[in-house]
């Protein structure tokens, strides 16, 4: 899937636009071009397959290699811990968990 990036004080800056490379309730994996510094807070925006609208959610960038870094989402609201467990369950249909 591909996410924006925005930085979490100025959300209305230019967003930067990474793919994700692993999802789960609690973080995303992603690839980014451009440098981002462990520590940053951010706001990542995605849509899910089939769902219910953009989710914008609060993340903080945990580690990095290269240019695949980890993203801890924070303060989360339940909608949106829902609707990503709602599109994890449909793939373990599709894939092994």
């Known amino acids: 899937m591909r996410a924006k990036l925005r930085p979490w004080e100025t959300p209305d800056e230019a967003a930067s636009v990474v793919r994700t490379f692993e999802l789960s309730e609690g973080g995303m994996s992603i690839y980014a ?47 949106e811990r829902t609707e990503i467990c709602r599109y994890l369950s449909t793939l373990a249909d599709v894939i092994e968990i």
């Open 33 to 79: 071009g451009e440098t981002l510094v462990v520590g940053t807070r951010l706001i990542a925006e995605f849509s899910l397959p089939n769902g219910k609208g953009l989710l914008k959610i609060n993340a903080i960038v945990r580690n990095r290699r290269g240019f695949r870094c980890g993203l801890e989402f924070v303060d989360m609201a339940e909608y």
